[in-house]
């Protein structure tokens, strides 16, 4: 069984510039979800997909945007980059919502930091 | 108010105390309930979902009282490997499904 993987492990980036994050789900999955953690908090949801639409959002503005591929793999993609979007970017997989085994595996996750 | 509260911590406590952690959540369309466990500089794993009947596994017994929104996880024997923050996590369904994570409660367990 495939683990959840994340790339890159490490990014900088600077103010203002966008970024793409990478996530391959566990096999069998078919849901992903990705989410924001800062330094001493816990993850901040940002969306979910589901068979390669956007079925839940959190409160994330519109700069934060996502796609699921058919392999259910998906990106989360950021625009115009500022110093607060600095985290841990965190991708989770899981059975879809509302199944009766719902366990959210995470990666490794994304250290972004924005200078 | 936060959707999703947990007692601040940290908590410091010696090996074979008996632990618990409080959780209250705010949103009634909730549906699913869970601890996770996140050790340092590592992603969350499950630790235990959590149902309104209570269950046990191991030391480990979790609670949830839909009345009063609230969820609990309780440690028993407490083992120096349980230091870790443990975050307590709900699903909502308000036509999109959301995951909200509380902030974590730091727990140390020392020798």
């Known amino acids: 069984e495939t683990g959840v993987t994340q790339s890159p492990t490490h990014l900088i980036k600077t103010r203002g510039q966008q970024v793409t994050l990478r996530c391959s789900s566990q096999?069998?999955?078919?849901?992903v979800s990705w989410y924001q953690q800062a330094l001493g908090q816990g993850p901040q949801f940002i969306f979910q997909?589901?068979?390669?639409?956007?079925?839940g959002r959190g409160n994330f503005p519109p700069r934060f945007s996502g796609l699921q591929f058919p392999n259910y793999s998906s990106e989360l993609n950021v625009n115009a980059l500022e110093l607060d979007d600095s985290a841990l970017y965190l991708c989770?997989?899981?059975?879809?919502?509302?199944?009766?085994?719902?366990?959210?595996?995470f990666g490794p996750g994304t250290r972004l930091t924005v200078l | 108010r936060k959707e999703v509260e947990q007692d601040p911590g940290p908590f410091n406590v010696p090996e074979g105390a008996t632990v618990a952690f409080n959780c209250t959540y705010s949103n009634s369309a909730s549906q699913s309930f869970f601890w996770y466990r996140q050790d340092c500089r590592k992603e969350p794993k499950l630790l235990m979902s959590?149902?309104?009947s209570g269950n046990e596994d191991g030391r480990f017994t979790a609670q949830l009282n839909r009345a009063s929104q609230y969820i609990s996880l309780l440690i028993r024997d407490s083992k120096l490997s349980d230091s870790a923050t443990y975050l307590c996590?709900?699903?909502?369904?308000?036509?999109?499904?959301?995951?909200?994570f509380g902030a974590g409660t730091r727990l140390f367990v020392k020798a």
């Open positions: 096999s069998g999955h078919n849901t």
């Open positions: 996590v709900v699903i909502l369904n308000t036509g999109g499904f959301k995951t909200i």
């Open positions: 989770a997989s899981s059975f879809p919502p509302g199944s009766s085994y719902n366990e959210q595996f």
């Open positions: 959590v149902y309104s």
């Open positions: 997909y589901y068979r390669e639409e956007e079925n």
